[in-house]
């Protein structure tokens, strides 16, 4: 069955950076887009970024467009998210996700790793 696992988050100070890792396992990691999402506390879940299966392109939210990059290694079929110059509000759990590109993800999420931004 579909495995997602992310990894990678933690509490950092605003202005610093969290190399967030999601290994998926279950499906043909190469052959799908990937996405990332978080939910704050009291909020709906948010697609923050999304790839394209060739890797060739991809979207952000406006929120953390020029701070965040989305990337995958299809040989270690690993989903990663770098973010830099973190604010408070990017605290979160994050969460991978099969799909998102082109429309709604597939619903089967991992247990999600929690990013904290607090000085």
């Known amino acids: 069955q579909v495995q997602l696992v992310e990894s990678g988050g933690g509490l950092v100070q605003p202005g610093g950076s969290l190399r967030l890792s999601c290994v998926a396992s279950?499906?043909?990691?190469?052959?799908?887009?990937m996405s990332w999402y978080r939910q704050a506390p009291g909020k709906g879940r948010e697609l923050v970024s999304s790839i394209t299966e060739l890797g060739d392109n991809s979207k952000y939210a406006n929120s953390v467009k020029g701070r965040f990059t989305i990337s995958g290694d299809n040989a270690k079929n690993t989903l990663f998210l770098q973010m830099n110059s973190l604010k408070p509000e990017d605290t979160a759990v994050y969460y991978c996700?099969?799909?998102?590109?082109?429309?709604?993800?597939?619903?089967?999420w991992g247990q999600g790793t929690q990013v904290t931004v607090s000085s």
């Open positions: 279950g499906f043909i990691f190469r052959f799908n887009s």
């Open positions: 996700a099969r799909g998102g590109y082109y429309s709604q993800p597939y619903d089967s």
